[in-house]
């Protein structure tokens, strides 16, 4: 709107799609979590305390207590997770360890048995596990590019790139080129899932 305000025209293009993963310490038992339950853990006012409020101890996690990690908030994925999980209205939590970049995010959790954080699905290592994921507790879906792809996956988010007006001249040669088949193999190299069914070598 304040772009349109001064007499630009953006205009979105989908590049790509991300599967937001959310990341656990490998000895933590929980293989599956619901959008409220993760909502009961981030939002401000619903907060579980503790891994024994989703009926699980942690070993290695003393007090068994919850440690929130989150992003930044000037981050594109703080924003959607918030969106995603917390609700149109809802606020983190406050106290949570607020990391400057995905890596952090899996870095920490790698290092820390009592933490869950969330990051894109591009970050995932052998060192930390990713929850199976469900709307309402039923049916889960594991973060991957294909279940990114088709948004089967209820924390997937889609890549954006703008334009001022309709791509032009280099510009538009550069749009074409990101979703050609060389374009969208690279993004797929990189962890992120393509926008169509594409064959890489």
Not at 22 to 33: C, G, Q, R
Not at 91 to 97: A, F, I, M, V
Not at 152 to 159: E, G, K, V
Request: proline share 6%; net charge negative.
């Amino acid at each position: 709107d304040l772009a349109r305000e001064r007499g630009q025209e953006p205009i979105e293009h989908i590049v790509g799609y991300d599967a937001l993963a959310v990341y656990l310490h490998p000895d933590n038992p929980i293989l599956d979590l619901s959008i409220p339950q993760l909502a009961s853990i981030y939002a401000r006012g619903k907060e579980f305390q503790n891994w024994s409020d989703l009926g699980v101890e942690v070993p290695g996690c003393r007090d068994n207590t919850i440690v929130v990690v989150s992003r930044q908030n000037n981050s594109g994925t703080y924003a959607y997770f918030q969106k995603a999980v917390l609700g149109p209205r809802g606020k983190y939590r406050q106290g949570t360890l607020d990391m400057h970049g995905s890596k952090e995010v899996v870095d920490l959790v790698e290092k820390t048995p009592c933490a869950i954080g969330y990051s894109g699905l591009a970050y995932a290592t052998d060192h930390v596990k990713m929850a199976c994921i469900s709307s309402d507790g039923e049916g889960c879906v594991a973060p991957t590019v294909a279940t990114a792809s088709d948004r089967s996956y209820p924390i997937a988010r889609p890549l954006f790139m703008y334009t001022n007006g309709e791509p032009q001249g280099d510009v538009k040669d550069y749009l074409d080129w990101i979703l050609s088949d060389e374009g969208q193999c690279i993004i797929l190299d990189k962890g992120y899932a393509p926008v169509r069914d594409v064959t890489c070598q």
